[in-house]
């Protein structure tokens, strides 16, 4: 017995939860194998990547350049 299928989302609306404004955005690229093997043993990666670019000075720099 079916229900009526799939849902669809009608004129101008989206299914699913919306995407928070503070959203990560998911970024791929190629590092040195000895990066790689430093960041499998930290445990979360991305954490930090992002930890050590935001104390960086050149981040901080352009942080402020931006406005």
């Not at 299928?5 to 690229?29: C, E, S």
Request: charge should be positive; aromatic fraction near 6%.
């Amino acid at each position: 017995m079916t229900h009526g299928g799939p849902r669809k989302a009608g004129p101008g609306k989206k299914l699913g939860r919306p995407v928070k404004a503070d959203a990560k955005i998911a970024y791929g690229t190629k590092l040195d194998p000895v990066v790689v093997e430093y960041l499998r043993q930290c445990g979360n990666a991305a954490a930090t990547i992002e930890s050590i670019i935001k104390r960086s000075n050149a981040f901080r720099e352009w942080l402020k350049s931006r406005g």
